[in-house]
């Protein structure tokens, strides 16, 4: 085995030892996206009166709001799983004090990252399936298995573009040192300006910006496969692949520029 | 009074410690007031788009009051100051650690839960000023018009559900003492509570075993007694019973935080795993 897959598997294996020394990481992130729909549903209740809107119908294509907030709610896991656990990870490191023992190790640090950038995917795969799983054992919600395959290739389309927005935001740790106020900037915009808790179409400048994060085109996918709302597919999972392909190489360019200009100024290490 | 006063300095000192701190870092101290109202504009525009329209006929039954933004923003303005002791007081001692200066902390000659309570003091503050700025321009961004003139009276259920929820921060700090990766506490509690306090819709619409317990929170009649007082809102219980239940959630969380605090600081103490991380 390459010395590098050997890096990239022991930082899988290390991210999934922490993991596990927190159990109740696991607990929290698997049932609070669940949680946090509920306000939405009881605030929909005392808008509407009952669980189905012919408003909402008309901006999304579906008047069954619950649906819509918590499939936004469960996707999302990866979008918020991409900015705090891929890119605040070097700033984690920084805090824990062991970023320049493995930025010490005779490997270049972009296959740390990616061992990162693996392991949080595998992570929040686990945790948004175990969603999908809670919402169709408590919820009764039926899954038909001929619908994976549009909801999958969404969902790599979505997670490609993430790598490149992680990658590029771990990038920026290295260069701001106190990132977390960026970070959850960052967080902010892509949560107000993504289709996760309301449709974006509702505000013009909603919709315009929403259109550059590749969230909004996975959940169009995702939501129109299991909403049965009326999209075009292959558009969307275009959209997403042009996102992706330009996130992708921003990101890995934009690490490999401060993580060089860091080192040159002799900055890696300070706090 | 030599002591309570030596008390207060102490207090004092750490709500100006964490004021340096926060204004040294200009940018992350700007979007403290910036961030609140980003918060709060998808639940508006879930409201609106699950309305088709500003005003709610089936709000106004529940609650006679029609204006869904009005409603929206008073319930998630007021419940920032449970950000203040879940995250503020809760981490507090966590982020010393992070920062390794627990201990230099805790070796000052005062006991330990007045540097909490100088975390709450700053947070408290810090909130208010939030809070003041998020009400402003959210009421002037979507022209919102508050009754003003009961202002005054809407600040006791405001400053009872605060103090009442000193006593919970309190509780939190000690369990994270114990836990360590105390943010999945504070995480755990801001999120139970959310979803047990009729933030932004009344009580009635919730299911009948979470209106029980939401009738535990001091949030639910923190938000209810102001909501009350600034719209009118129709709560299903007399506003005495509000300031009385507010009254007797600061004894009982008081009590029972500081039991807890103390306990476990003795615990971890007499087995040296105060600064463990």
Known sequence: ?271 | MQKIKHFLRAINAENIKEWKIEISYKTDFIRTFIEPIVYLLPYFFYGLAVVGGRHSDYLKKLTGYSDIITYILLGYVLMGFLGTACWAMGMAIRKELWYGTLESVFVAPVPRWVYIAGMALHSTLHQGLIMIFQTIVIALSFKIVLNLKNIWVALIPLILMVLSLYGLGILIAGLTLLVKQGWTISEAVYTLLTVITPIAYPLSVMPDFLQKVSKLSPTTYGILGVRYFLIGEKIPFSIESVFIRLIISIFVLTIFGFSIFLTIDKKLRKTGTLSHY
């Open chain 1, 1 to 271: 085995m390459s010395q590098k897959v050997i890096v990239i598997k022991e930082e899988v294996i290390k991210n999934f030892k922490i993991l596990r020394a927190y159990w109740i990481e696991i607990v929290y992130w698997i049932l609070s996206p669940l949680l946090w729909v509920l306000p939405l549903i009881f605030q929909g209740k005392a808008l509407v009166g009952g669980l189905k809107s012919v408003a909402f119908e008309k901006l999304t294509g579906t008047s069954n709001y619950i649906a819509f907030v918590l499939i936004g709610a469960i996707i999302s896991t990866y979008m918020f799983s991409s900015i705090w656990g891929v890119g605040n990870s070097l700033r984690w490191e920084n805090y824990v004090g062991t970023l320049e023992f493995i930025l010490n190790a005779p490997i270049h640090p972009i296959f740390i990252i990616i061992g990162k950038l693996i392991s949080n995917t595998l992570q929040s795969t686990i945790f948004v399936v175990s969603q999908f799983l809670i919402v169709m054992l408590f919820l009764g919600v039926k899954f038909a298995f001929y619908k994976l395959l549009p909801i999958l290739i969404g969902l790599v389309l979505l997670i490609m573009g993430l790598w490149g927005l992680g990658v590029g935001l771990s990038a920026l740790t290295l260069l701001i040192k106190e990132a977390g106020g960026i970070l959850h900037t960052v967080e902010f915009i892509l949560y107000l300006f993504s289709p996760v808790r309301y449709p974006t179409n509702i505000h013009p400048i909603t919709n315009f910006v929403s259109k550059f994060i590749p969230l909004t085109y996975a959940l169009y996918i995702i939501r129109g496969t299991l909403l049965n709302i009326k999209i075009n597919f292959w558009k969307n999972a275009f959209y997403l692949l042009v996102i992706d392909i330009i996130l992708i190489p921003l990101g890995f360019f934009l690490f490999k520029k401060i993580y060089d200009n860091s080192r040159k100024k002799g900055t890696l290490g300070h706090y």
